[in-house]
């Protein structure tokens, strides 16, 4: 087997599951409960709070602990609902996590602007500029798309929505852990992040919220995180995805370095067999991204024949049986009609070797020249 798509999911560490398990069967207290049996639990808590803060720079009574991205970008978007100006300004290219929270509150009437991209996946500074107006409320950036990989300049966004009083949100959760993130200098008000995309546990993850932000709770209920987001703390996750935050944030530049590497030898394994594609996204984007478009291609056709070889790997589009839904990350780049079909993603992780590099490209060659 061969994974290659670590976009949608990645592996959990095994320093990370090793730090997680006393919490499962040990020290498995509730850490709001006031004996001696919960201190470790608490201790936990508060020593992976610290650790999270360390890697994006932030403060740790800054990190909010939620049940990973879908959660904190809800969190994030739905806080318009109870602001005098509700207006919200998003991207095209948005996860659906954002877009369909946006689509939730244009049903309650709240206006919501999606910024079209350039044919790299870019937002723009100056186009985000021009939409601003006096009835916004937030506006919510991605720092680096899933599909295409692009990465935003997001200090530059940010700056033009506080140059008009706008409160700024990212979605970071396909760039914590792969890329530097330093949330004071680039300025903005919140930030979302999940723990399985950088090799922690499914269902945890964080909202970074800036000291001094005030925002209304998604989730009601007990006293967890300061009254912001009630429920009894995934101890034991939380914890994971503090180790492998830490992790990934140590060997940040040598794993850059590999993933690069890997991109480069999968391309010039790709043009070797003559394989006719253009490669989706900007030059800046997330290492170990790879979206391609193959000329007369199918995306979803390859990926079966590539599953039946024991590969994983991700599609830009899905056909059904009349024709071809593209991805809304391809239509909003305009990828021309002959190779949009045929777009697939390959996303590398620490683990991918530079063998199975070429062990994929041959494979996408095999399928595609005969
Ligand atoms: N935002 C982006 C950019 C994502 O890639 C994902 C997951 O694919 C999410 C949000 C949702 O995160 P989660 O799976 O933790 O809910």
Redesign the pocket.
């Known amino acids: 087997m061969i994974y290659a798509d670590n ?3 990645t592996k959990l560490d095994a320093d990370a599951f090793e730090a997680m398990k006393p919490y499962l069967v040990s020290a498995f207290g509730n850490p709001s409960q006031p004996y001696f049996f919960a201190k470790p639990a608490k201790k936990a808590l508060k020593r992976a709070r610290v650790t999270i803060a360390e890697c994006i720079d932030a403060e740790p009574e800054e990190i909010y602990f939620t ?5 904190s ?1 809800n969190t994030a978007i739905k806080s318009v609902l109870y602001r005098e100006k509700n207006k919200v300004i998003t991207s095209q290219i ?2 659906h ?2 877009l369909n929270a946006c689509r939730s509150l244009e049903t309650l009437h709240i206006p919501v602007e999606y910024l079209s991209v350039t044919n790299k996946g870019i937002v723009d500074p100056k186009t985000l500029e021009a939409h601003l107006d006096d009835q916004i409320g937030l506006v919510s950036i ?1 720092t ?3 599909e295409i990989g692009t990465i935003e300049p997001i200090n530059a966004l940010c700056q033009k929505a506080h140059a008009k009083g706008v409160l700024f949100h990212t ?1 970071a ?2 760039a914590v852990g792969h890329i530097p993130i330093d949330v004071k200098a680039l300025g903005i008000d919140m930030l ?1 992040a ?4 950088f090799n922690g546990m ?2 945890t ?1 964080f909202l970074y919220i800036k000291n001094g932000v005030q925002l209304h709770p998604l989730i009601d209920g007990g006293a967890q995180e300061k009254h912001f987001r009630a429920g009894t703390e995934n101890i034991a996750g939380i914890v994971a995805m503090a180790t492998a935050l830490k992790k990934n944030c140590d060997r940040m530049e040598e794993a850059e370095q590999k993933l690069k590497t890997l991109e480069t030898i999968f391309c010039q394994r790709l043009n070797v067999l003559g394989i006719d594609y253009i490669r989706n996204g900007s030059d800046n984007h997330l290492p170990g991204n790879i979206n391609i478009s193959i000329k007369n291609a199918e995306g979803e056709m390859l990926l079966h024949r590539l599953d039946l070889k024991g590969i994983c790997i991700s599609t830009g589009s899905a056909c059904d049986s009349v024709n071809t839904q593209l991805s809304h990350v391809i239509r909003a780049i305009n990828v021309p009609k002959e190779y949009a079909e045929g777009t697939i993603r390959i996303t590398f992780g620490w683990e991918n070797t530079e063998e199975e590099a070429i062990a994929i490209a041959d494979a996408i060659g095999n399928v595609i020249n005969h």
């Open positions: 976009a949608a999911t049940s990973g991205g879908t959660e970008d948005e996860h996590a954002i991605m680096a798309n899933n979605d959760v396909q979302s999940s723990a399985h995309k499914k269902g993850g």
